[in-house]
Structure formats: C-alpha cells, structure tokens
C-alpha cells in the first residue's frame, strides 16, 4: 500500500509581520477626507437690552426657496448676478455728504434708496430647509466674492496690492514675523472699510 504524502506546513510566523506593514503602508498612503464646511466666526454673547434700529434700505434680502431659485430684494435673479448686485448695495454710499455716514470712498450710484455705507449695509441671506448644500454653498462664495472685490479694489487704490494677496502673505510660514504685523494693520485698515455683515437665517 502507497504511503500517504504529506502537504507541506506552511510557516505562518512571519504573517503578523506582514499585516502589521501592510496597515502601516496603507495608513501613510491613504488619503482621508475632511469635511468641507464655512468658516464664520460667531459673535459673542452680549446682553443688548434695546436692539439697534436698521433703517430697510441698509438690508439686502437675499432669499433661496425650497426649489433652489433666487431672490435678491423681491426679485428673481441669476446666481452669476448675485455678486454684481451685492457690489453695488455695499458700494451705493447713499448718505449725504451732509451725514457722519458718508462714504467719501464709495464708487457707487449714491442712492438714497439704497445703503448709506458699507458699515451699515447687512446682507440678509434666508434659505429654505429644502434648499440643495450645493446652492447654499454657491450663493456664499458670491456673497465673499462681492466682498472680495471691494476689499481689493482699496487695497490696490492704498497699497498697490490685492487684499487676497495680503491674506494670503499674512497664512504663509515663510513671512517674517515683522512683516506679518505691518500686513496685518493693512488688512485691518480694509476690512474696516468693507467689514463682513452677513445674517443668516432658515426658514420653513
């Protein structure tokens, strides 16, 4: 009778090895995604007992509805016009030069309609819990844009440079510390001009 053979034992020591250098092989070249969101800086809490009064022509109403379309001050608009017609409410400078509120740097149409200055001027953005991320996302980056552009419009007319090439001056390791605090007071002088006042809200 033929003498059974034997399969040959495999050596499985060396298998914890191999696993631990395959996870540490896929821990460098994998890629993790981090979540995308909008960088806002919430105000601090403070006890106002008499809210200040906004007179109607220093609020822009921006409004996305349920079905993604959207409003600017009652009217159906493009989103490539958005940031034209931001532009131009930030911009108006409709107080009188009569007024502490004028606007001496202002290149607007000066409508007394409109907002007096860019200090005054609140951009209202309202949106439905039925609006797309997508959307949302898009009307921001056109509401920054419109600031944007106006920021580096001063910045080019004061320092002969954009104030996104500050920003991003100010970001960069490789900026002397001295000069990242002149870069600073620059950016400060712009953003006092065109500052940021932007209210969001969610409606039903």
């Not at 001496?104 to 860019?118: E, H, I, L, T, V």
Request: with cysteine; charged share 25%; proline share 4%.
């Amino acid at each position: 009778m033929a003498r059974r053979l034997e399969a040959p034992e495999v050596n499985a020591g060396s298998m914890a090895d191999i696993a631990f250098l395959l996870l540490i092989f896929f821990l460098v070249t994998t890629s993790i995604e981090t979540d995308v969101g909008l960088d806002r800086m919430l105000p601090r809490k403070e006890l106002i007992k008499v809210p200040p009064v906004i007179a109607e022509r220093n609020i822009l109403p921006v409004l996305i509805n349920g079905e993604d379309q959207l409003m600017v001050d009652g009217d159906r608009v493009e989103l490539n016009e958005l940031k034209g017609l931001t532009i131009a409410f930030l911009d108006n400078g409709g107080a009188s030069r009569e007024s502490d509120n004028y606007c001496a740097y202002c290149q607007g149409n000066r409508d007394m309609k409109s907002s007096d200055n860019p200090d005054r001027a609140i951009v209202s953005l309202m949106s439905s819990r039925q609006t797309t991320y997508g959307v949302y996302i898009a009307v921001q980056n056109e509401l920054m844009l419109a600031y944007n552009s106006l920021r580096d419009r001063e910045s080019q007319r004061r320092y002969k440079t954009d104030f996104t090439f500050l920003e991003a001056a100010y970001s960069s390791s490789e900026t002397p510390n001295i000069l990242k605090s002149e870069i600073k007071e620059k950016m400060r002088s712009i953003q006092k001009l065109y500052p940021i006042k932007l209210s969001e809200a969610a409606r039903q």
